[in-house]
């Protein structure tokens, strides 16, 4: 809600570092996975600018998770051409790869932190892109990571549980280390993959209010594969549909109502 | 329409048994036969003899000299001694062996398949094998049994440590990967914390077998407590030897108390 003035007002602090790139521009992607008969993405084209948080909905299948991967190449795209605030993804090399993930922060379904190691300890481990293998480890790590590693967990509310081994914290609390370790990377888009899949209404709420803010604060491009249509039109300025591994459906969503994209959902099972 | 009320009669007791089955069967009892004739027989005159001749024994033996109780148990430290040394090198050469011979952390595939050749090398030569080798190598003393050791624990953590790399979720190694973090990393802020439970309990599991086999290792001439023993019983000290044995007994049982409490620890948090 409060998003949606955001990107204008954003594009123009970046400008300086971004150029007139998009933030995300994918042409012709295509992913077929192997032993698979059909694409998973097929010809897909997008652009997302800078500061844009877009929804992507579809059903499962549909190819949400398949493209998120593929921006930071997570999955490797069968053909096509991605870039990232003007930067190739496609064919980048080992280090330049690295390099583009260290800006990309992703959020997965299902948290993926480190079992066994405490929440701080996860979240130091956002910085790894940044200052390397030193920062595996909280004790090896310098003084201002570790002060930077708090001051994440304070911003998503769990500071509290700094010192409690992740797999003792409840989904919610997860979800919000998982996004702090992701702030530490200080991302410049944020790829979300069903972020609150796992969640109860109140928490998936509470997690989303968070990371659009987040997102607005900074200027942040979103993109964010959800399955629930109210709150892809609650929290995004554009929503696109997926079906079948291709576009079927793009359109700010103050234009759209959640009449118009049933559809989406209904006709592609498949 | 074939229906099936036509069929009355039950189902045959014996079904014919498939050609392996009677391969098999061929097979195992031609090699017991063979061996029967080769003296691999269990039979019932030498058993009865057997057991007055182990009489004999156990007459000599109890009760059990301690006379040179001192001698026997500095030998018997020095065996736990190797089997703790042996079994902390092998596990930490185990890690980075492991790392490579897992198929989602190798580097390359080449590596993988030397790690794994390493493995299987380690794991199929017994360790009183090892034990020879090392004493040709390094001389006749505890420092082969070390050695020995150290390459059977490569053998058995090696290979267990890389299964449980590979059985680990591979979305919490994509978390890492996202974040844009090195390879390295990777590997030692995300895959070894996740495995550590399975390090612990299979490193216990070799430390276990360990100190059973630097018993033995001592009858090679790979030093510790085994020497003792063989030179008692090549000398009829059957009450000497009966001490021994005892001694073992209850290093053997304590270290494998020691592993189940610590087991049980690491798998219970």
Not at chain 1, 215 to 226: N, S
Not at chain 2, 49 to 78: K, M, N, Q, Y
Not at chain 2, 148 to 169: H, K, L, N, P
Request: hydrophobic fraction near 45%; aromatic fraction near 4%; include cysteine.
């Amino acid at each position: 809600m409060g998003v949606a003035a955001k990107p204008s007002g954003s594009e123009g602090d970046l400008a300086g570092t971004t150029g007139s790139a998009p933030a995300i521009d994918v042409t012709n992607l295509r992913v077929r996975y192997r032993r698979a008969k059909t694409d998973a993405l097929s010809d897909l084209d997008l652009r997302v600018h800078q500061g844009e948080a877009v929804a992507l909905i579809g059903t499962n299948g549909a190819g949400k998770s398949t493209l998120l991967r593929c921006l930071v190449r997570l999955i490797e795209p069968t053909g096509g051409r991605i870039a990232i605030s003007g930067t190739e993804v496609t064919g980048a090399s080992r280090p330049a790869l690295r390099a583009i993930r260290r800006d990309v922060g992703f959020v997965f379904q299902r948290y993926h932190l480190i079992p066994r190691l405490t929440a701080f300890h996860n979240v130091v481990q956002g910085a790894m892109g940044r200052h390397g293998s030193r920062c595996s480890w909280p004790s090896t790590s310098p003084g201002d990571v570790r002060q930077e590693a708090m001051q994440c967990l304070e911003r998503v509310g769990v500071a509290a549980f700094a010192d409690r081994r992740v797999d003792t914290l409840s989904g919610g609390q997860q979800q919000r280390v998982a996004i702090a370790r992701m702030l530490m990377q200080r991302p410049r888009v944020i790829l979300a993959d069903e972020p609150v899949a796992s969640l109860d209404p109140a928490s998936a709420n509470a997690v989303l209010d968070l990371m659009c803010s987040i997102a607005a604060e900074r200027g942040v491009t979103v993109i964010m594969a959800l399955h629930q249509i109210e709150l892809a039109l609650r929290y995004a300025d554009r929503v696109i549909g997926l079906r079948n591994g291709t576009l079927d459906f793009d359109q700010p969503a103050g234009d759209c109502d959640e009449t118009q994209l049933n559809p989406i959902f209904a006709e592609s099972t498949t | 329409m074939t229906e099936p009320a036509t069929r009355t009669a039950p189902p045959p007791r014996v079904r014919r048994p498939s050609l392996l089955t009677l391969v098999i069967v061929l097979v195992v009892g031609a090699l017991l036969v063979h061996g029967w004739t080769e003296g691999a027989t269990v039979r019932p005159d030498s058993l009865l003899t057997g057991v007055f001749r182990l009489s004999e024994f156990v007459d000599d033996a109890v009760p059990p000299d301690v006379s040179r109780v001192g001698p026997i148990l500095a030998a018997l430290l020095v065996t736990v001694e190797m089997a703790l040394l042996g079994t902390i090198i092998g596990v930490i050469l185990s890690v980075p062996l492991a790392v490579m011979a897992a198929r989602n952390t190798t580097p390359h595939w080449s590596l993988y398949g030397v790690s794994r050749a390493i493995i299987t090398v380690s794991r199929t030569i017994p360790d009183l094998i090892w034990g020879l080798i090392f004493v040709i190598a390094v001389g006749l003393g505890p420092e082969a049994g070390v050695l020995a050791i150290t390459v059977d624990v490569m053998g058995f953590c090696g290979r267990f440590f890389a299964e449980s790399i590979e059985d680990i979720d591979p979305g919490r190694i994509e978390g890492l990967r996202a974040i844009g973090a090195p390879r390295a990393g990777v590997i030692v802020g995300g895959v070894i914390p996740a495995c550590l439970p399975s390090f612990v309990t299979t490193s216990m599991f070799a430390l276990e077998s360990s100190a059973r086999s630097s018993v033995v290792l001592g009858l090679v001439g790979a030093g510790g407590i085994g020497i003792e023993l063989a030179t008692s019983m090549t000398l009829l000290r059957y009450d000497e030897a009966l001490t021994i044995i005892l001694a073992i007994l209850v290093v053997v049982v304590a270290f494998e108390r020691l592993s189940a409490a610590i087991r049980r620890r690491v798998l219970g948090v």
